[in-house]
């Protein structure tokens, strides 16, 4: 089973970044996926998740409007666009599967600064 998250990197606020988390070793279609993030010295907090087919997705507060979560069942991929970035989206952003069992990627970071 791996998880591997890509497209993370350095970008000016008010920029914009695509995550994308490859899926391989389970039965992608069947399960919830979401984003998780970490900040230094912060707890993991939920970022965005999208149902198995895709009718239901759900966003914390801090990035309604400006992230989007989507997936594709058919290369087990799912995304999540990012944009107007602010500094304190700065974090570790991490792929989580959630089904029968559950699945945490490695992680990419993404800095937001000037």
């Known amino acids: 089973v791996q998880l591997v998250e890509s497209g993370g990197g350095l970008v000016q606020p008010g920029g914009s970044l695509r995550l994308s988390c490859a899926a391989s070793?389970?039965?992608?279609?069947?399960?919830?996926m979401s984003w998780y993030r970490q900040a230094p010295g912060k707890e993991r907090e939920l970022v965005a998740s999208?149902?198995?087919?895709?009718?239901?997705?759900n966003y914390a507060d801090s990035v309604k409007g400006r992230f989007t979560i989507s997936r594709d069942n058919v290369k087990n991929t799912v995304y999540l666009q990012m944009n107007s970035l602010k500094p304190e989206d700065t974090a570790v952003y991490y792929c989580?599967?959630?089904?029968?069992?559950?699945?945490w990627g490695q992680g990419t970071q993404v800095t937001v600064s000037s």
């Open positions: 989580h599967g959630r089904g029968y069992y559950l699945y």
């Open positions: 999208i149902s198995s087919t895709t009718t239901n997705t």
């Open positions: 070793g389970f039965t992608f279609s069947s399960y919830r």
